[in-house]
């Protein structure tokens, strides 16, 4: 999945810089695949393995209630050091050193100044910073389009979404939670806003919840295949398994030929 070899990974969990949560067990879940993912990134824009640890004991100790330093903050890289992003300053761990954001100058290359625009245009301009490029500055440009558009309207749906979105896939699941909440609070009949909220509660084990909302977007949108997809584990996963079957069949119907039709077809030939 992250193409990390097998040495790699054992040098790592030696640094004590990745481990799998629970002790004794060395499957990792997604938290931990979270964790990995950011690890990789970081080394493979020229951060040292050993300085990274140094760094994650750093935070550790200067931020004495983050557990998981590489999945609950913001982390970049300059190519040599680590720097944390946090309440909007930008800071060298090892050292605690302040330091300039040096990805000020690309971001401003990147993001347009549109006077007298409102909140639709700086979501199309996000979308177009997403489309146009998956690298950290360009998602941060696309990011802070997002976050323009909610300053002009604090109830942009696809604003929230989007953001969100963005969250979920850094890893913040915090973050696009509280998005996706805030969506579906100013937006109760919007299909993806509690397809999207499920979907994290689910990946953060809150499974009833995600069951509810879940619910709620099949009810609003019967022909959303990954909403029912999505809603059949969750069932699963609590022992709902009638309710399960119903949606897995469901499933099927609306989206044979996916590359996740296999695991469901799978799920209805379990006996239970």
């Not at 979270?34 to 750093?58: E, M």
């Not at 850094?170 to 609070?185: M, N, S």
Request: hydrophobic letters at 40%; a neutral charge; one cysteine or more.
């Amino acid at each position: 999945m992250l193409d990390i070899s097998e040495k790699q990974l054992t040098y790592w969990e030696k640094l004590k810089l990745v481990a799998p949560r629970k002790k004794g067990d060395k499957t990792y879940d997604f938290r931990d695949l979270i964790t990995l993912r950011t690890a990789k990134q970081l080394i493979d824009k020229g951060v040292s393995a050993q300085r990274l640890q140094r760094s994650i004991v750093a935070m550790q100790k200067q931020l004495a209630e983050v557990q998981s330093p590489l999945t609950e903050l913001r982390i970049r890289s300059n190519g040599k050091d680590v720097i944390v992003e946090r309440a909007g300053m930008h800071l060298e761990p090892i050292s605690g050193q302040t330091v300039l954001n040096f990805e000020t100058r690309e971001l401003k290359e990147k993001v347009r100044v549109m006077p007298h625009s409102n909140a639709d245009d700086w979501v199309s301009l996000g979308v177009e910073r997403e489309e146009q490029s998956e690298s950290e500055a360009g998602l941060q440009a696309a990011a802070e389009a997002y976050e323009r558009a909610l300053d002009l309207d604090p109830g942009h749906v696809d604003a929230l979404n989007n953001l969100g979105m963005l969250s979920y896939e850094q890893g913040l699941l915090e973050d696009a939670t509280l998005l996706f909440r805030r969506a579906v609070e100013l937006h109760p009949d919007h299909v993806i806003s509690h397809f999207n909220l499920g979907s994290v509660l689910e990946e953060t084990g809150k499974f009833d919840q995600a069951r509810h909302h879940l619910r709620l977007a099949v009810r609003l949108d019967g022909q959303h295949a990954d909403a029912h997809y999505n809603l059949a584990f969750v069932c699963d996963k609590i022992g709902a398994y009638v309710e399960a079957r119903r949606h897995w069949k469901r499933y099927l119907e609306l989206d044979p030929n996916s590359s996740w039709a296999s695991y469901a077809r799978k799920r209805l030939n379990h006996k239970k």
